[in-house]
Antibody, heavy 120, light 108 residues
């Protein structure tokens, strides 16, 4: 069971970037997927989640509509479209699987992360 | 939004000692939704404990979780060198997850 992020890089403020999260080793279409980010030297910040079938999406209030999560179950991938990027969006972006069992909930596994640097 | 507050910010202990990490919620949360992760430098977070007290697969039994309501604890009974890392608690809500700011467990 593995998640692998890609698509990070250095971009200028105001531009866009799309991250990808590729899944393997499990039945992708039965799990929700989250994005979580971590600014350099800081803690974890939840970004967004998409339902297993793509029917629902939720976002952190702080993103104010700039980010969009989507998925393609035929390709076992989840995407994070990031628009109007700001310097404060600089972070490592992780995707993580939404898991439940016996009424408990958690994230596992996590990908290794992809670094997004927003700088002029 | 429920705020998760971890203490202490940094905990300095020696191998073999007992570590007690605290996570406090701004309002009562369900035990089902309290999770602990370990993160080492340059690595992704790793699941340790879910549902307040259930160890994830492969997690040694020196790690234990407890608590209810607003106060939760992660205990490491006898520290091994590989346990020195950052630890985060999480209040899981599908549409509004929140993490504590973390506790850094460092070697004294």
């Amino acid at each position: 069971e593995q998640l692998v992020e890609s698509g990070g890089g250095v971009v200028q403020p105001g531009t866009s970037l799309r991250l990808s999260c590729a899944a393997s080793g499990f039945t992708f279409s039965t799990y929700g997927i989250h994005w979580v980010r971590q600014a350099p030297g800081k803690g974890l910040e939840w970004v967004a989640v998409i339902w297993h079938d793509g029917s629902k999406e939720y976002y952190a209030d702080s993103l104010k509509g700039r980010f969009t999560i989507s998925r393609d179950n035929s390709k076992n991938r989840v995407y994070l479209q990031m628009n109007s990027l700001r310097v404060e969006d600089t972070a490592v972006y992780y995707c993580a699987r939404d898991v439940w069992g016996n009424a408990d909930y958690w994230f596992d596994p996590w990908g290794q992360g992809t670094l997004v640097t927003v700088s002029s | 939004e429920i705020v998760m507050m971890q203490s202490p910010g940094t905990l300095s202990l020696s191998p073999g000692e007992r570590a007690t990490l605290s996570c406090r919620a701004s309002q009562s949360v369900s035990n089902n939704n309290l999770v602990w992760y370990q993160q080492k430098p340059g690595q992704a977070p790793r699941l340790l404990i879910y549902g307040t007290s259930n160890r994830a697969t492969g997690i040694p039994d020196r790690f234990s979780g407890s608590g209810s309501g607003t106060d939760f604890t992660l205990t490491i009974s006898r520290l091994e060198p590989e346990d020195f890392a950052m630890y985060y608690c999480q209040h899981y809500v599908t549409s509004r997850n929140t993490f504590g700011q973390g506790t850094k467990l460092e070697i004294k």
